[in-house]
């Protein structure tokens, strides 16, 4: 009886964590794919209910965002997703382009003929997707592509480093991607990175790698500009 009890009790225990995880991944995504815009406020009763749950898990899920740096607390109450700041750009894409770079100089060096080819791979899926207008898949592959290419360094500790800074990444791959024509210039950044990996141009992947970065940077802050300049006209 008490062993039956017990195995009850820890089924429960393992739903309960099944489900605040559940929770927590889905807020988190919906504010890295900009489903939750900044400054977009969270109320626990209206996202439980969407979500079919109790408010704890969400109260939970919302606690282990702010620690993470993704919401913040509201002065009079409540919490809000944390809006992207020019410093935090700033910061962001320079420890992007100083690492990515690195990381890219590595893998020309490294890179196996399989892991040019897995990147190759990628890029004419993205292309099929650049014609079929498949936004959220061309991103998904975009990340996949530098991942194959952080990969290829054969660093664990760089790739672990750059893989920390994962969720932060894809936030703003998500606005430079969607920015139009940005797709198309993407995938040619990455067939000639290609290119100069083959001819193992060390040097020259890790420029071409720092450019792109650079002007997503630029695309990033330009897109901010023209999102606070419509939201003072509407003011």
């Known amino acids: 009886m008490d062993n039956s009890h017990n195995q009850q009790a820890e089924q429960v225990v393992r739903k309960g964590r099944f489900l605040r995880e559940q929770v927590y991944r889905k807020l988190k995504e919906s504010i890295l794919n900009i489903a939750l815009e900044p400054n977009k406020r969270l109320i626990e009763e209206k996202l439980a209910v969407e979500m079919g749950t109790s408010r704890t898990p969400v ?3 919302i606690q282990k965002l702010e620690k993470e740096g993704l919401i913040h607390r509201l002065p009079r109450g409540g919490f809000a997703v944390n809006v992207v700041t020019d410093e935090d750009i700033e910061e962001v894409f ?3 382009s100083v690492l990515e770079g690195y990381a890219a100089y590595l893998a020309t060096m490294r890179a196996t003929d399989d892991d040019l080819r897995l990147m ?6 993205q292309e099929g997707c650049l014609d079929q207008a498949e936004t959220d898949e061309i991103v998904r592959l975009n990340t996949e592509f530098h991942d194959i290419l952080y990969k290829s ?3 664990k500790k760089l790739y672990t480093i750059i893989n920390d800074l994962r969720d932060l990444i894809y936030r703003y791959r998500i606005l430079i991607l969607r920015y139009e024509g940005m797709a198309s210039i993407a995938i040619q950044d990455h067939k000639d990175m290609i290119t100069q990996m083959k001819a193992r141009n060390a040097k020259q992947v890790e420029k071409l790698v720092r450019k792109h970065i650079v002007r997503g940077m630029g695309l990033i802050k330009r897109k901010m500009r023209q999102e606070a300049r ?3 006209r509407k003011e």
């Open 59 to 61: 109260r939970e899920a």
């Open 94 to 96: 320079g420890i992007r």
């Open 120 to 125: 190759e791979d990628i890029v004419s899926k």
């Open 153 to 155: 360094a054969q660093s």
């Open 230 to 232: 419509k939201k003072n």
